[in-house]
Structure formats: C-alpha cells, structure tokens
C-alpha cells in the first residue's frame, strides 16, 4: 500500500516493513554499486532516501520524474534522516526529460518561481507555504467553530461597493463592441446578466452583518476582489478573507477576538509546521519563529489613532508623507510604529471618521468611528475591523453625507429598521496572514497563482 513520507518518518513502526513510496524525484546521486535516489511526496518538507542498486537501473531515473518505489522501511546510518527505504522494484510513472525541465538543483530566485507557478510547489520553499497555508485555514475553522461562530458563504457577485473605494472589477456578459445606450448615452445595463451593473465582492461584511443579525455570530471565507493598481508586495487584485462578524458585540469584543484569533492560529503552526518553519527561519527570515512565540505569549499593544500620530510625530523620523491628525497612515508610518517603535503587533483605534468606510459606528467625540486595525511587524496592516452603526438616523445621514444611493443599500437599511443590535467584525486578509507567518518578502508568493496588475497568468 502507498505510504506517504510524512507517515513513514513518525512511525517507528513501519521499520522492517515494506511499503510503496509514490513522488517525484529532488535529485539522484550515482555510486558504484547504487544509487541515492531523494524523492519528496509534498506531505511534508522533508526528501526520502531510496536506495537502489544497478540491477533496478537507477541511471535512468532523473530529477523532476514521478516514480513509485516498492521497497522495505531501514533505519538510516546518515545524519539527515533517521529512515530510508531499500528499493525492491522502481517503476517511472512519469519521466522527465532533465534538459529542459525548468526546476534545476540550483536555487531559483522567486521571481523565476513565479514565471513557473505551474510547477514551483516542488519546490521546498512554495511546498512549506502551501502546507502552512492549509494549517492556517483549518486552524481559522477551528477557531470560530469551537467558539460557537457559523461559517457562511457570502456572494461572490454583488451589486454593491463594500468599501466604497471603487476599486471593482465588473461583471458584465454584455458585448462591448455593440452594447446598447440609454438615453444619456450612458450604457444601458438593464441589458446586462443582472439588469443592473454587478461587480467582484470586494468584502463579505455587508451579507455577514445580515447573518449576525439573526444567528448571532458567523464568519464567512472566501475570496474577495480589488482592482487597485497597487504595485506593492502586501497588495493582490484577488486574495482570501476571513470575515466573522458578531451581533450585540462592540469595537473592544472586536480588538479581544482579533487577538485571540492571531494567538490561536500562529500557536496551531507552531504545533503542526515546526519543520517547514524551521526552513522559513533559516533560509527566509531570521527570527521569524520567536517572533511568533513572542506573540502568542504576550498581550498586544493598543493605542488609539490619535496616540499613534502623537507618537510617531514625536519619534522624530522624517517620514516620505509627512503625518498630522486626520491622514490615513501610510504604510511606512505603520510599520515604523510596529517595527521600530514597539516590536510587537499593535491595535490601532478609534480612527478620524472622514479616512475610513460609511459603515463604522461613529464615536461620541463626532469626529472618530469605532474602527481598528491590527499591525504587525513586517506585513503592518493584517486585520481591518470596526464595530458598525446601528443607528438608522445616523447611518443615514452619513450616507446622505457622503453621497451614497440608500435606495441601493435598502435592504442594509432596513437590519437597522428591524431589530438592530449592536454588532461589529473584522476581516483578516488571509495571504498577509501566511506572509506574515512565513517571513516571505513577497505577497505574489503566497497566492499559488497570483493576480495582479498586468499578471493573470496559468
Ligand atoms: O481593511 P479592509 O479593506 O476591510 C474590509 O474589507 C472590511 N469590510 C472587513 C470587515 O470588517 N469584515 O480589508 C481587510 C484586510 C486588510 O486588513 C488586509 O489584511 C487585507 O484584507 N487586504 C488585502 N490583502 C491583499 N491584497 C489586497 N489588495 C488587500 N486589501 C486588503
Ligand atoms: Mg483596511
């Protein structure tokens, strides 16, 4: 029966058994009476050693090849592996021819990587995101399941801008080449699909509220879409979210959950990805694994928008946008107050109402909302949240304000007419998540097959 590697290394049991190996070969190194032939299954970060001799034509097998190896389970005399597997019989399931295989044995930069996202989780480093990756999304389930949270699956086509930022791809079967004009001139989406124009989700959070507001506290995962022409390494035009949202909860229930996830997840990857990890530590981030301990064990720093501008505007450092109360913080202000001022993640709150969405409750001052959002030393924002305004009057006067159509939001309208609660939620951005876990400079690196401006390639 097929082992796979990951199975075969803890279980002390399997030495002396024969087993089926099946993966692709790393590499093959040829001495005179036998081969050593590194063959990894992707179950974990780590090769296994096959040990064949001539009579089963190791010379024939080459780097990048799928093999299956029936052999027998051998405790290993060499340092890097406590099993190896003495081959019985080799068979090639799929050769590969090792001229233009595009995977040497050297170390490819990430860029290359990228123009071979097809075949880059062979590699060690794209092989230990995927896996950190999954155990952070099972442990994301975990979490809000034991704490009583319904998972839900919001639409990915919607008629209506979540952030209000514009940033849509539409969803159209029109023919742009012979689209149908309304009277204005304008075209005529009555035409379209949906009879009105209808985007890419860009958030989740206006369906969840509905849910919250009904079944008390829910989460929804899924993908999310912006059409910002960002440029960064944080940025992705289509990237995972995780979105719970609470009912009869305010902005500190928010700030106490957010902690509480991050410390829960990073403490599940610690557990199960110690390996991979180890490999993030060595070859990609210093440091990136006690920064995680860090975390877990110690409890965040909150500061209110107002202290974070204050401090930053004391620290003394020129920064590239110069800062005073009311900018939204740049990047670069936001990771001097992680990186540099405190080390740690922080939580900033209470933001000026006019930089952040419609849907944030206002705060009694009348010039903040209850928004936060969590910092993290490296990646800087990871979780954007806030309690929302349940005060019909309120609600509607800001989007009188900010010109928004209510009659396009009715239905959000109306969970404030009919029971409205107090409620608030957050979305973590899952990719920053596992860049954040892994120390990869790259958010185009976690995405298996990124989308960004110019790039929807395989
Ligand atoms: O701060 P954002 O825009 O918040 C929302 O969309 C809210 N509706 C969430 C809610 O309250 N339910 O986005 C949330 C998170 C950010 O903190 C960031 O981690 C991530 O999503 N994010 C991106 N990740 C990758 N590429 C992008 N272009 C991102 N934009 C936001
Ligand atoms: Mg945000």
């Not at 919607?158 to 023919?175: I, K, N, P, R």
């Not at 990073?266 to 860090?294: P, T, Y």
């Not at 877990?296 to 590239?320: C, D, M, N, W």
């Not at 409205?420 to 976690?446: C, K, W, Y």
């Amino acid at each position: 029966m097929r082992k796979k590697i990951k199975e075969i290394r803890s279980n002390e049991q399997l030495v002396g058994e024969a087993v089926t190996l099946k993966g692709w070969v790393r590499t093959v190194r040829h001495q005179k009476a036998f081969s050593f032939i590194e063959v990894n299954d992707g179950s974990t970060l780590s090769n296994m050693q096959v040990i064949a001799d001539l009579s089963l034509r190791p010379q024939e097998i080459t780097t990048g090849a799928s093999i299956a190896v029936a052999g027998v389970v051998s405790k290993s005399p060499g340092a890097k592996q406590s099993v190896e597997i003495q081959a019985k019989e080799i068979e090639v399931i799929g050769a590969c021819d090792p001229e233009t295989y595009p995977l040497q044995k050297k170390r490819h930069s990430f860029e290359f990587l990228r123009t071979q996202a097809h075949l880059r989780p062979r590699t060690n480093t794209l092989g230990a995101i995927a896996r950190v990756r999954n155990t952070l999304a099972f442990a994301s389930h975990e979490f809000f399941q034991t704490r009583g949270f319904l998972h839900l699956h919001t639409p990915i086509i919607t008629l209506s801008d979540c952030e209000g930022a514009g940033q849509l791809f539409q969803v159209s079967t029109l023919d742009p080449a012979n689209r149908a004009s309304d009277k204005r001139g304008l075209v005529d989406y009555s035409e379209d699909f949906f009879g009105k124009e209808a985007y890419l989700t860009v958030s989740g959070q206006l369906n969840a509220e509905s849910y919250a507001c009904a079944l008390s506290d829910v989460y929804t995962f899924g993908p999310t879409f912006r059409a910002e022409n960002s440029h960064t390494s944080r940025h992705l035009a289509e990237f995972w979210m995780i979105e719970p949202e609470m009912a009869f909860a305010d902005i500190f229930d928010d700030m106490d959950l957010a902690e509480s996830y991050l410390k829960t997840i990073f403490e599940s990857v610690l557990k199960s990805c110690s390996e991979d990890l180890e490999l993030f530590d060595r070859f990609v981030c210093k440091g990136v694994i006690e920064r995680l301990q860090a975390i877990v064990e110690k409890p965040f720093l909150r500061l209110t928008y107002t202290e974070a501008v204050e401090q930053l505007q004391k620290s003394g450092k020129i920064f590239e946008f110069p800062l005073a109360w009311g900018c939204d913080l740049q990047s670069e202000h936001e990771r001097y107050l992680t990186e540099e001022l405190h080390n740690q993640p922080v939580i900033v709150y209470d933001y000026p109402a006019k930089i952040k969405s419609f849907y944030m409750r206002a705060n009694d001052d009348g010039k903040t909302v209850a928004a936060m959002d969590v910092l993290v030393p490296g990646v800087g924002e990871i979780i954007g949240g806030s309690q929302r305004e349940e005060r019909l009057d309120i609600l509607e006067a800001k989007m009188d304000a900010w010109d928004l159509d209510k009659q396009h939001y009715w239905w959000y309208l109306e969970l404030r007419k009919f029971g409205s609660v107090p409620h608030a939620g957050f979305g973590a951005g899952f990719e920053r998540l596992v860049q954040f876990v892994t120390g990869m400079e790259n958010i185009r690196d976690i995405s298996a097959f990124p989308r960004y401006p110019g790039h929807a390639d395989f």
